[in-house]
């Protein structure tokens, strides 16, 4: 699984969240620097929308571009209608307004990867 935040403090604490469901998290605090980091090979990114260099919504356009069919997990703390709309229509698996519940995460990753501990 990959973490893409650009909030090193919102990054690290979602990896642990991902680590106590005894799920491996790798962390990129941009989406070029996930980019490089072939994530095809990643069971599921988890990404901001807000993020300098490339938002969330243009990380998600770049991987249907190469043709990377991960599941993905798109959050934001400014939700509107039409970036749920864009992201859920263009493919997001779940899409988590901040401050979300850890067991709001749970619950998306659940319906990714089956019951987890």
């Given at each position: 699984?990959?973490?893409?935040?650009?909030?090193?403090?919102?990054?690290?604490?979602?990896?642990?969240l991902i680590r106590s469901l005894?799920?491996?998290?790798?962390?990129?605090?941009?989406?070029?620097?996930?980019?490089?980091?072939?994530?095809?090979?990643?069971?599921?990114?988890?990404?901001?929308?807000?993020?300098?260099?490339?938002?969330?919504l243009e990380f998600q356009d770049a991987l249907r571009t190469r043709g990377i069919a991960?599941?993905?997990?798109?959050?934001?703390?400014?939700?509107?209608?039409?970036?749920?709309?864009r992201a859920l229509n263009n493919g997001a698996h779940c899409f988590l307004q901040k401050p979300y519940s850890p067991d709001t995460l749970v619950d998306c990753l659940a319906d990714i990867f089956g019951p987890l501990e």
């Amino acid at each position: 699984m990959a973490i893409v935040e650009d909030d090193d403090l919102v990054r690290s604490a979602t990896a642990s969240l991902i680590r106590s469901l005894g799920l491996e998290a790798a962390q990129f605090p941009s989406a070029p620097e996930c980019l490089a980091a072939y994530p095809d090979q990643f069971g599921c990114i988890i990404s901001d929308i807000n993020m300098p260099e490339m938002s969330g919504l243009e990380f998600q356009d770049a991987l249907r571009t190469r043709g990377i069919a991960v599941p993905l997990i798109l959050m934001t703390a400014y939700p509107t209608d039409d970036l749920l709309t864009r992201a859920l229509n263009n493919g997001a698996h779940c899409f988590l307004q901040k401050p979300y519940s850890p067991d709001t995460l749970v619950d998306c990753l659940a319906d990714i990867f089956g019951p987890l501990e």
